[in-house]
């Protein structure tokens, strides 16, 4: 005889696992630590690509102008404008990174500690 709430249970187990529950399950296979410390470092290579793309469009932008500028400006103020600026998108970066990611990877422990949960219960309805 079919048991209703098994049923149940079986299909929010399934849909979980055939939608979110394999990057959840990706998650939580790393140690909260490593998973950040991952994906800061990520952002910063990303921030860095990002970085160097929007300072060279704004080199090209008005190369010609930047060019006559050049033996007119002082050099080691705006390398040391760029490389500010640069520290400021970096740290940017990886700060809302490691917010997010503390957000997420809490959000998917919560979220496995439910399924196992629900995977403890359907087990107890199979021995009833």
């Known amino acids: 005889m079919l048991n209703e709430e098994r049923i149940i249970l079986m299909t929010h187990l399934a849909a ?23 994906q800061v470092l990520k952002s910063i290579v990303s921030a860095t690509i990002a970085f160097a793309l929007v300072f060279a ?3 090209f932008y008005d190369f010609e102008n930047f060019m006559q500028n050049l033996y007119k400006m002082d050099l080691i103020a705006f390398a040391r404008n760029v490389l500010i600026w640069y520290g400021v998108t970096v740290v940017a970066y990886g700060v809302i990174t490691y917010i997010v990611c503390s957000f997420r990877y809490s959000s998917v422990k919560r979220s496995l500690k439910c399924y196992y949960h629900n995977l403890k219960k359907l087990n107890s309805l199979y021995r009833e």
């Open 57 to 59: 469009l704004y080199v």
């Open 16 to 38: 979980y696992e055939t939608n979110e529950g394999k990057k959840n399950v990706k998650i939580d296979h790393y140690f909260r630590s490593d998973y950040i410390a991952v």
